[in-house]
C-alpha cells in the first residue's frame, strides 16, 4: 500500500471540516424544540447533544459502508474527487446556515460526491441501484414514516393524558423532552458521523493506504465523532431559530411525542444503513406532531420553502462539486485553487453572519415571527380542542386572516 499523501491528508481535514459543519448545521434536530420550551437551558442543550452525537459515533458503521461501498465505484476514484465533493458539501452547508434554512447535510455531501465522480468517471461509476434503495428513497420515506407516527403518537399522548392534571402532566413532557431530545442526538450521530466516516474510508481506498472493501478504521471512527461533537457544540443557532418558531406551535406532549419518532425512525435506519437525512425525519415529525394534536396546524408557506430546499440539495452540492473536480483535474495548483476558494468563501460567509449574531442569549427571540396566514387562522377558527382540554390548548383566533402570529403559552417550532 502507498504511503499516506498530502492530498490524502488534505481530504481527511476537509472531511473533518465538513463534519464538524454538519454537527452544528444540525442541531436544531435534536435541540431546537428542548430549547424553545425551556426544557433546558440553550447551552446545556447543545452540551448534552454534543456529548451524545460522540457516543452515537461508535454504535454501528453500516452507513459509512453504504458510502464507502455502495454508492459510488471505488475503482478509478482518485482522492481529489472525494476533495472535491467535500467542497460541495460544505459550501451548500454555510450557505443554508447562513440563512437558517435546515436543509439536509447528508444530501449535500450525497450530491457532492455524486456530481464529482460524475465529472471524473462518468455516469456509470454511481450505482444507481444503492442511490435509489438507500439514499432517494429513504428520503422521501423517513419524513413520512417519522411524521405518522409523530400523529398517531400525539394524539394517543393527548388521549392518554385527558385526565392528568396540566401543570404536572407539563412538567412530566418537558423531562421526556429532554430524554427523547437526547435519543435524537445519539441517532444522529450513529447516522450522520458514520457519512463521514465512509467518505474517509473511500478516500483511503482511492489512495491506497487501506485495503478495499475495509471498514472504517477505529482512529477514522474517533475523529469523525469528536469533529461532529464539537460542531454539535458550537450551537448552529440561526437554524435552531428558525425550526423554534417556523413550522408550527407545539406543546411539550407534542415535542416529546415528535422526537421521540424522528429518533426511532433514524436509529432504525442506521441499523439497515440508509443513509437519510435526519433533518428530513425530524422536520416530518415536527410537522406530524403539529397536525396530531386537534386545533394544531402547520404553517405550509415554512414548509413550503423547506421542501424547495431540499429538493435544491443534492443537484446544487453536486454542480459545486463538479465544477471543483474539474479544476482539480489541472494538477496540483488546480487542487490549491479550489481549496483557496474554499476558504476564501468560508471566511466571507462567516464574515456575513456577523453583521447579525445569533448565539444562545437571542435565539428564542421572535420579533421577526411569520404571520400566522389565511389557511392557519381558518383551520384554527374551525377545529375543536383536545378531548378533555381548555382554550389554552388552542391559539385564539385572530381578528383578521393577516393578523399577526397570535400570542399563547404553546412553543413554535
Not at 469533529?227 to 428558525?242: E, V
Not at 476564501?344 to 445569533?358: D, G, N, P, T
Amino acid at each position: 500500500m502507498e504511503s499516506f499523501s498530502l492530498i490524502l491528508a488534505i481530504v481527511v481535514v476537509t472531511a473533518l471540516a465538513f463534519d464538524f459543519t454538519n454537527g452544528f448545521h444540525d442541531t436544531a434536530n435534536a435541540m431546537a424544540t428542548t430549547i424553545s420550551t425551556g426544557a433546558m437551558r440553550p447551552k446545556v442543550a447543545v452540551a448534552m447533544s454534543a456529548v451524545l452525537n460522540l457516543v452515537g459515533a461508535f454504535l454501528s458503521v453500516e452507513v459509512a459502508n453504504t458510502i464507502s461501498k455502495g454508492l459510488v465505484d471505488e475503482a478509478g476514484i482518485r482522492p481529489e474527487v472525494i476533495f472535491a465533493a467535500l467542497v460541495g458539501a460544505i459550501l451548500w452547508n454555510l450557505l443554508t446556515w447562513l440563512v437558517g434554512l435546515p436543509s439536509s447535510s447528508s444530501h449535500a455531501l450525497m450530491g457532492g460526491l455524486i456530481g464529482a465522480t460524475i465529472a471524473s468517471a462518468g455516469v456509470g461509476a454511481v450505482h444507481g441501484d444503492v442511490l435509489v434503495t438507500k439514499v432517494l428513497i429513504p428520503a422521501i420515506a423517513a419524513p413520512l414514516v417519522a411524521g405518522v407516527a409523530a400523529m398517531l403518537a400525539t394524539r394517543l399522548t393527548y388521549s392518554l393524558g385527558r385526565k392528568a392534571d396540566g401543570k404536572a402532566s407539563e412538567k412530566g413532557y418537558r423531562a421526556g423532552q429532554i430524554a427523547s431530545a437526547g435519543l435524537v442526538s445519539l441517532a444522529h450521530g450513529t447516522n450522520d458521523a458514520q457519512k463521514t466516516m465512509g467518505v474517509i474510508t473511500l478516500a483511503l481506498v482511492a489512495g491506497g493506504a487501506v485495503a478495499p472493501d475495509s471498514d472504517p478504521p477505529m482512529w477514522v471512527i474517533l475523529s469523525a465523532g469528536i469533529a461532529i461533537a464539537l460542531g454539535t457544540y458550537l450551537g448552529g443557532w440561526r437554524i435552531i431559530r428558525t425550526m423554534g418558531k417556523g413550522l408550527t406551535d407545539l406543546q411539550p406532549q407534542q415535542g416529546f411525542a415528535a422526537q421521540t419518532s424522528a429518533a426511532t425512525v433514524i436509529l432504525a435506519s442506521s441499523h439497515l444503513g440508509f443513509s437519510l437525512s435526519t433533518t428530513h425525519s425530524v422536520s416530518g415529525a415536527v410537522m406530524g406532531a403539529g397536525l396530531g394534536r386537534k386545533g394544531g396546524v402547520v404553517r405550509w408557506s415554512t414548509a413550503t420553502r423547506m421542501f424547495v430546499a431540499w429538493g435544491l440539495t443534492l443537484p446544487a452540492a453536486a454542480l459545486v462539486a463538479a465544477l471543483a473536480e474539474y479544476v482539480t483535474g489541472f494538477g496540483d495548483w488546480g487542487t490549491a485553487v479550489v481549496a483557496v476558494f474554499l476558504v476564501a468563501s468560508s471566511a466571507v460567509i462567516w464574515k456575513i453572519s456577523r453583521r447579525e449574531v445569533v448565539d444562545h442569549t437571542n435565539v428564542n427571540d421572535t420579533d421577526d415571527a411569520e404571520p400566522a396566514g389565511v389557511v392557519t387562522t381558518a383551520m384554527a377558527a374551525v377545529t375543536p380542542p383536545p378531548a378533555g382540554g381548555t382554550a389554552a390548548d388552542v391559539p385564539p383566533i385572530p381578528a383578521q386572516a393577516t393578523a399577526e402570529r397570535t400570542p399563547s403559552t404553546t412553543t413554535t417550532v
